[in-house]
């Protein structure tokens, strides 16, 4: 199966690029890796959600919108690779949680992400992470997504 065809079985489609919110573009090749700006949970141009993650975001509302970021961060990934059947491997994944100060459930919302990506990519969408905890995120998004890719 294509990558295309396992998000179709997953009812997802690979969403037209985010549009940078400032002076950054979306991804960027140098060599054989793209390297994603971070990716927010935006869907059709909006912002999914706000909030700090165990206060106002539950963590498995933080999951699903960690899911969107990576879908996110695959469309971008894929128009500087000429599609997703380019990808080799993802090689790193950063994760963001705009989380409450006594949240610490930061691994089990980027799950969310890492997840997805095994799901569309099968052994090449599993990766190094970090998932970090931190007090704000750009337009007061819970999640932010950045991802590191091989590709052909």
């Known amino acids: 199966m294509t990558p295309e065809e396992k998000l179709a079985g997953l009812g997802l489609v690979l969403p037209e690029v985010v549009p940078p919110l400032a002076a950054y573009v979306p991804a960027v090749r140098s060599g054989n890796h793209v390297y994603t700006s971070g990716q927010l949970p935006m869907v059709d141009g909006k912002l999914a959600a706000t909030g700090k993650v165990g206060a106002e975001v539950s963590a498995e509302e933080a999951y699903a ?31 963001y949680v705009a989380s409450a100060p006594d949240f610490t459930g930061h691994p089990q919302v980027v799950n969310g992400a890492s997840e997805l990506l095994a799901e569309v990519l099968g052994e090449a969408g599993k990766h190094a992470r970090s998932a970090v905890g931190v007090a704000v995120l750009p337009l007061d998004a819970p999640v932010e997504v950045e991802v590191v890719a091989e590709v052909r």
């Open 65 to 95: 919108l960690a899911r969107t970021c990576a879908l996110n961060a695959l469309a971008a990934v894929a128009s500087v690779a000429g599609g997703l059947a380019n990808v080799v491997r993802i090689v790193k994944v950063v994760g």
